[in-house]
Structures are given as C-alpha cells and as structure tokens.
C-alpha cells in the first residue's frame, strides 16, 4: 500500500504540472471604438497550436458583453474577426457572428458562438469586430482564449498513464510463497 501511495505522488504531481498547460486561457477585450480588425487589433503573439474561442461577458472577467455599430440605433452584434498576416495581407481565420443585430447587448451575447483555429508556427494574431469606421461603435467584444491539447500529445499521456498503472498493479499482487 505505501509502495502504492508512493508511485501515485509523482504521478499526481505530473498530472498538475500538464493540465493547466491543456486549458490555459487568456482573455483578450476588443474594443469596439478602437479596434477593428483592419485597422489597430489587438495583437497577440501565439505559438503553434490550436486555439478554442470563447466568448465571455463582464461577469466571467470580460471587459465587454457586445458591441454596437452605431451609438444611437441600439443594434447590437457579437461578432470577431481574428486573422493572421503572412506578410501579403491578413489572412482571416475566424469570421464569428456577424449579419444579425439584437436590441440589447445581453440579448446579443446569448447569441455569441465560440470558435477554433490552428496555427502552425508562432506569428502575431490579430482580433478585432469588422467594421471600417468604428469611432462611432461602443461597447466590444471579450474573449476567452485557451490552447487545444492535440490529439497525440492526450494518447502519449494516456499510454504513459497506463503504462504506470500496469506497473502498480503488478507491484502490488501478492505472490504465494
């Protein structure tokens, strides 16, 4: 039994130090009279990997719930535009929820779907709304950005788990003398 317990302390240590890397997210706040996609995004560097896409309101640590395209018409959107630039232009890896306009902003944040994309080197992302005047938008959009485990990197640990649980049960069997 201690043999047992001795073997699962290191495991549950290796354990904790690999799941917050599986689902480490940022939160990147778009704003919406700033930050247009084709003109100051927020950029951010990310390594290779794949990417899920959350959006989040003010009470899940978002700056934002929804933006408005005019200040006055009270037509509120949930959509992001996130892309890349290759050196030939931006490259758009997400086009998220745009065409449909909400009265309210919580109303339009029911309405907020979320997203993936991958990238395969590291390179400045770019997250902005897709609108080529925004000085007269208010509000903006929060993002919950968080890495994808790949697929072999979960069987790698799923195989090594195995192998150590194999292992601890052949320890502790009791042999007849």
């Excluded at 890495?147 to 192998?163: F, M, N, R």
Aim: aromatic residues 12%; contains cysteine; proline residues 7%.
């Amino acid at each position: 039994m201690i043999a047992t317990l001795k073997m699962l302390i290191p495991c549950a240590a290796i354990l904790l130090t690999l799941a917050p890397n599986c689902a480490r997210a940022s939160t990147i706040d778009i704003n919406a009279a700033a930050n247009s996609y084709n003109g100051n995004p927020v950029v951010v560097t990310l390594p290779a990997g794949t990417y899920t896409v959350t959006p989040i309101d003010v009470g899940e640590g978002g700056a934002y719930t929804a933006w408005d395209y005019y200040n006055y018409l009270n037509d509120w959107l949930d959509g992001y535009v996130i892309s890349v630039d290759y050196g030939s232009g931006p490259f758009v890896l997400v086009y998220a929820g745009f065409g449909t306009t909400y009265p309210t902003a919580a109303i339009a944040f029911q309405h907020a779907v979320s997203s993936t994309f991958t990238l395969f080197s590291t390179v400045p992302v770019d997250f902005g709304v897709a609108d080529s005047y925004y000085p007269d938008n208010q509000g903006g959009v929060s993002l919950a950005i968080s890495t994808t485990p790949e697929p072999g990197s979960l069987a790698l640990l799923g195989t090594g788990l195995a192998g150590i649980g194999i292992l601890l049960m052949r320890r502790t069997r009791v042999h007849p003398v």
